[in-house]
């Protein structure tokens, strides 16, 4: 086989192995392609990229809304509208996984007893307290940025400062892929989603993750990356120490709950610092 139709025959492959993430991932109208390969095998690498196709449309937005000075007086309701994008996007499915983990975690009984909770699709007290208080982080933290954005004049520089918008997904999938290589955490269960996530990883995917996250992480301020960075390093171990301790390891419902809250604190690292 030519050189030439060799290497479009690997990027043709690449590209299924992408599409098949953001089919993964998202609720974009991307058909998952039928293929030999495990459903995780190849795509975990492309994760961090789905977090910033997330991340710039509700950039953009927020981007217009500074330059438009609509933001001046009421960034709140823009920031609703940016996190809003991100919840669309993902069809909510890392805040589902949230908020199963909240409706499990904090309950009293066995560890059985907090999985059956957790399998339960119906949200409990819990649940619903754990999905209100991450999306009021969520939205303060935006519309923090969003106002101290207001009187920035030049739409490169708004853009630039409002760039933690679209870190803070990377991140959260970065933190996914990481996660999902952890293999010396343990599993809840043998034959569920982390589990098939397992099967089949290479080293060269979390190489593939961590590269093409630290390109979207360029742009920010090095004390902004190194603190959302460091909040990532900060929530997994919690999340995993979490997971053991009240359902015996994890779960796709932990992955999930990792993700969102990685990016969720990446957010709220960018306001502060």
Request: hydrophobic share 55%; net charge positive.
């Amino acid at each position: 086989m030519p050189a030439a139709i060799r290497r479009a025959s690997k990027i043709g492959c690449e590209m299924r192995h992408i599409f098949n993430a953001f089919a993964m991932l998202t609720r974009l109208p991307v058909r998952q392609t039928d293929n030999s390969d495990a459903p995780w095998e190849r795509i975990t690498g492309w994760f961090p990229l789905v977090g910033a196709v997330i991340g710039i449309p509700a950039v953009l937005l927020a981007t217009v809304a500074v330059a438009a000075g609509s933001s001046a007086h009421a960034p709140m309701p823009v920031a609703v509208f940016v996190v809003a994008i991100g919840a669309a996007m993902t069809g909510g499915l890392h805040l589902d996984g949230w908020a199963r983990c909240w409706n499990a975690f904090w309950v009293s009984g066995t560890r059985e007893r907090r999985r059956q909770i957790m399998a339960d699709p119906h949200a409990g007290s819990f649940g619903i307290i754990g999905l209100v208080l991450i999306l009021l982080l969520k939205v303060t933290a935006v519309a923090h940025l969003v106002q101290f954005t207001a009187t920035t004049d030049g739409l490169l520089t708004i853009l630039y400062h409002l760039w933690p918008i679209v870190a803070a997904p990377v991140i959260g999938r970065w933190a996914l892929t990481l996660l999902i290589h952890a293999t010396k955490i343990p599993l809840a269960h043998e034959d569920g989603m982390a589990a098939a996530a397992r099967q089949g990883l290479t080293q060269t995917q979390l190489l593939l993750a961590t590269a093409t996250a630290a390109i979207f992480l360029v742009p920010l301020d090095p004390p902004v990356a190194v603190g959302a960075l460091l909040a990532a390093a900060f929530s997994l171990p919690m999340v995993a120490w979490l997971a053991v301790r009240r359902i015996d390891g994890l779960t796709g419902d932990v992955l999930g709950a990792a993700t969102e809250l990685t990016e969720t604190l990446a957010l709220v690292t960018a306001c502060l610092i």
